[in-house]
């Protein structure tokens, strides 16, 4: 559910006009609303109610300020995998205690950030990060706490661009080499091993590789405390998918994966962490892009628009799919039309849709792409400098830009030309 719907014709953002924002900030922008945010949150920490948890937002599906001051005062902790991002959660005001840091390339210098400002636990990826990690902790006269992701060599069925959980994928280490991996950790001083972190990949349309991936997990538990180690924490991941188009099967809702981690892992007594980003930002936000030609071509249609792949990379980088609405509704039984959804990037990957089944439009019409709220704005860049979109929070009635549009002096400015030039 989110709470973008039609009221007399026209798209709103929860009580606004989406055209009327638009007429405000300009075509495009990307627009989340709070309710959707806040709900989703919601969902997932009521899933598991009862039980020890901690619902840790992945801040790199949509890392705006704002997004993660909405979601911290809900109770959200966060999931971090840069040293930018663990400066943006500090700013928007998550202690350092409600902050875990993932990734595979933690630097030196990201993990003495953490350190000093306060980190809930590293979640570490390698035997080279495990000593690297040991040295600065010692150096700080300070001991990490950490889990150690291990690869369950489940096939999670989605991208192979967001599947991490296989054993061809970067990510963790072997599970069959869990037992050695931790005495090595438990015999470095800087470090404290507090228990075991497992993700699979993103997207996730059904539950069995969940379980799959959680009953080794419980396993693995029951034997790394027989050798002794104190595993009270086991940190899910993500990866729950969400419906890109209102026509397909909705994925398992944030109940039955509660009640799946309730069943498999429940018995073990241990605190519970989940790192839910794109079920939570998906669906709170959509771009808005305007027409600016209507192109006839050899046996197509071409639908032009103001919005291009360096706003929304998905449907470029994973053949993604965005369900693509206009904001003034159709009038009813009006005959669609295929079009060829494109942006005005110079690149023939520049392109939102094939065929794409859409009433008939007309330069200056505007549409809004369902389901862009997460690895939409944060993936965007200046390719063909061209401006970052504004950014729009809508709470209730009330709306405000998060992220302004730069002009073109500031972005040229950022450059600076040598001396001998």
């Known amino acids: 559910m989110d709470h973008f719907l039609y009221h007399n014709g026209v798209l709103h953002a929860e009580d606004v006009p989406l055209s009327e924002i638009a007429e405000a900030v300009g075509t495009p922008f990307y627009c989340y609303s709070t309710a959707t945010l806040s709900r989703h949150f919601r969902l997932f920490d009521e899933a598991l109610a009862g039980m020890d948890h901690l619902v840790c937002y992945a801040m790199k599906a949509a890392s705006n300020q704002a997004i993660l001051k909405t979601l911290a ?87 192979a661009k967001i599947a991490t959980g296989k054993s061809e994928n970067k990510f963790g280490i072997p599970i069959a080499r869990a037992r050695e991996v931790y005495a090595q950790a438990a015999a470095l001083p800087g470090l404290e091993v507090i228990g075991i972190d497992v993700h699979i990949g993103s997207q996730l349309t059904e539950l069995a590789p969940f379980r799959l991936a959680y009953e080794k997990v419980a396993e693995l538990t029951q034997v790394l405390r027989a050798d002794g180690h104190d595993i009270r924490r086991l940190d899910l991941g993500g990866g729950l998918g969400i419906p890109y188009t209102r026509s397909n099967e909705a994925p398992p809702l944030p109940t039955e994966y509660g009640a799946l981690i309730r069943e498999v892992l429940g018995h073990l007594g241990c605190e519970i962490e989940i790192e839910p980003g794109r079920l939570i930002a998906g669906n709170a936000g959509i771009l808005v892009a305007r027409v600016i030609y209507v192109k006839s071509g050899e046996g197509r249609d071409f639908l032009i628009l103001d919005a291009a792949m360096n706003d929304l990379i998905r449907p470029a980088m994973y053949d993604a799919h965005h369900d693509i609405v206009p904001l003034h509704e159709a009038t009813p039984g009006v005959e669609q039309r295929p079009y060829d959804v494109v942006g005005p990037v110079c690149e023939s990957g520049d392109t939102f849709a094939k065929g794409r089944m859409l009433p008939p439009l007309a330069e200056g019409d505007l549409v809004a792409f369902r389901s862009a709220g997460a690895y939409g704005a944060v993936m965007s860049s200046e390719y063909n400098t061209r401006p970052l979109v504004p950014e729009v929070l809508v709470h209730g009635r009330d709306f405000a830009v998060i992220r302004g549009r730069p002009t073109f002096d500031e972005m040229i400015n950022r450059d600076t030309i040598p001396e001998w030039l």
Do not use: C, W
Request: proline content about 5%.
């Open 73 to 159: 005062g809900l109770g959200a902790g966060m999931d971090v995998v840069s040293g930018g991002e663990y400066a943006r959660a500090r700013a928007a005001g998550v202690p350092g205690e409600r902050i875990v840091f993932s990734g595979v390339g933690k630097t030196r210098d990201e993990m003495r950030m953490a350190l000093i400002g306060g980190i809930r636990q590293f979640n570490v990826e390698s035997e080279p990060e495990m000593a690297v990690l040991n040295a600065v902790a010692l150096e700080l006269g300070l001991r990490a706490p950490i889990t150690i992701r291990v690869n369950p060599d489940v096939d999670a069925k989605t991208h």
